[in-house]
Every structure is written in structure tokens, then in C-alpha cells.
């Protein structure tokens, strides 16, 4: 499986791409990234998104993915979530109001994009992989993903403070070859982390003892502002297995 970090942060500056993640350069985790960090040829060849939650910075080039690659694609891009988060960006973002409706354009028989409402824990095939959606500690529905090909299994938080059961999944998972996982803000930031339910370096090491021993870390979903001071303090954490992500990284499992 291929993954290439499109953006690894939960903010956006020049330098720093919003959440969104590309596998095997044709299913999308997440979309804050998706136009600035994807050429229109590699837009178009993204056939499925799988969103954690409604928040603007895991969603908010879907309006662009879909307007740039009207009539390149055959058939819709499939957008996909459990049914809660489905309902809020057909509420809140593809309403007519913010953007159009792009399930009725050119019309609801061939639109550029459909929404697939997915069964949390329970398994679906996507574009030749097979993912699950997890529920997560966040504060709107939120949901993890476990996607897996034939060789193996990676799993991705989503925005989360502590949490359980994603972390039971990934133990059971056999060929679990990464955990990419949150962590938005420094130790200082503690109860502003609390309130929002993201994790901390201080909570993200109490996370990992839920995690299987062994499987890489890999940490996104830092805000901009922040940025620094989280890599010092996950640097002082001493946890080898642990990486940084940053945009642009790709990785193989
Ligand atoms: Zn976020
Ligand atoms: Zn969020």
C-alpha cells in the first residue's frame, strides 16, 4: 500500500497543508488537501474519499476536487462516511447555498459525485481495498478508518481525544503495519485540547499504551501555530517507532 501525505496539518498556512491522505493514488482519506497539494491529472484519477467528520479541514477541498474534475471522470466520485457525517456535508456544504448540489449536476443520473453512507465497524470494499469505519472521541461524529489491502493494514485516528476502541481494533489486526494518529496540540495547550478533544505529546503517550507494541506511529493533525513546540515534546517522549509526518512524505507498507 502506498501513502502519500498530501497534508499533514490541522491548519493551513503556505507551508502547512490541511488533513488529507492519498492511497495507492486512487482512494483519499480526508480532503484539506486534495487540489493543493494533487495536479488536475492526479485529481482525476481519485476515485473514492473516505471523511472522518464534517470539520472545514478535513473537507474543505471536496467543493474543488469535484468542480475540477467535472467531466474528466467516468462515474461519480464516491464520497464516503457513516451516515451522520454524510448528512452534514449534504446539509452544510453541497446545500445550493455554500456550493452547489454536485449530486444533481449534470444530473442526478450521472452526477460528478455520490455520497455512500457506510456501517461504522463494519467492513466495505473500496476501489480494491477494504476499509472500517471506527468511532472516535471528537466533538461531531467522528470515525477512524482501518484500510487494508491483501499485504496489509494501516489504521488512521481521525480527530480524537483519548479513545478505546479504535485502539482494541488495531490489536486484533494481524498484518498492522502503521498507526497515523493525531496529535493537534502542545502539552501547555492541555485543556484547550480537552475541550476540543484532540490529543496532547502528554495524552498521545498515554494513547500508545493502548496501541500493539511494535507497529510504526506516525503523527499528523499538528496545528500550524504549534507545530514546534508538539515535535520537541513528542521528540522527548523517546518513543523510536514514532514519526513526524510532514507534506509531501510518502510511505510504503
Ligand atoms: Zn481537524
Ligand atoms: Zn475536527
Given at each position: 500500500?502506498?501513502?502519500?501525505?498530501?497534508?499533514?496539518y490541522g491548519g493551513s498556512t503556505p507551508r502547512h497543508r490541511q488533513t488529507s491522505f492519498l492511497i495507492d493514488g486512487t482512494v483519499a482519506l480526508d480532503a484539506g488537501a486534495l487540489t493543493s497539494?494533487?495536479?488536475?491529472e492526479e485529481q482525476a484519477r481519485v476515485r473514492a474519499i473516505l471523511v472522518t467528520h464534517s470539520h472545514m479541514d478535513h473537507v474543505n477541498s471536496l467543493p474543488f476536487l469535484v468542480e475540477n474534475v467535472f467531466g474528466k471522470v467516468d462515474g461519480p466520485i464516491e464520497v464516503i462516511a457513516p451516515p451522520e457525517v454524510v448528512a452534514s456535508l449534504k446539509t452544510h456544504l453541497f446545500n445550493n447555498d455554500l456550493w452547489p448540489d454536485f449530486t444533481r449536476i449534470p444530473n442526478h443520473l450521472l452526477p460528478v459525485?455520490?455520497?455512500?453512507?457506510?456501517?461504522p465497524n463494519t467492513p466495505f470494499a473500496v476501489n480494491g481495498l477494504t476499509a472500517v469505519a471506527i468511532p472516535v472521541a471528537h466533538v461531531v461524529p467522528t470515525y477512524g478508518y482501518l484500510v487494508s489491502d491483501a499485504h496489509s493494514?494501516?489504521?488512521?485516528?481521525?480527530?480524537?481525544?483519548?479513545?478505546?476502541?479504535?485502539?482494541?481494533r488495531a490489536c486484533l489486526e494481524k498484518k498492522l503495519a502503521a498507526i497515523f494518529v493525531e496529535c493537534s496540540f502542545p502539552n501547555a495547550m492541555q485543556e484547550i485540547a480537552e475541550i476540543s478533544k484532540h490529543l496532547t505529546p502528554s495524552t498521545l503517550a498515554r494513547e500508545i499504551g493502548k496501541f500493539p507494541p511494535k507497529v510504526a506511529i506516525n503523527i499528523y493533525h499538528m496545528k500550524p501555530p504549534?507545530?514546534?513546540?508538539?515535535a520537541a515534546e513528542l521528540a522527548g517522549l523517546g518513543v523510536p517507532r514514532l514519526r513526524l509526518l510532514g507534506d509531501g512524505d510518502e510511505l510504503n507498507y
Open positions: 500500500m502506498q501513502i502519500r501525505v498530501l497534508g499533514a497539494a494533487l495536479e488536475l459525485v455520490s455520497f455512500r453512507a457506510v456501517e493494514s494501516v489504521i488512521f485516528s481521525g480527530d480524537t481525544g483519548p479513545t478505546d476502541a479504535i485502539w482494541k504549534s507545530a514546534a513546540a508538539i
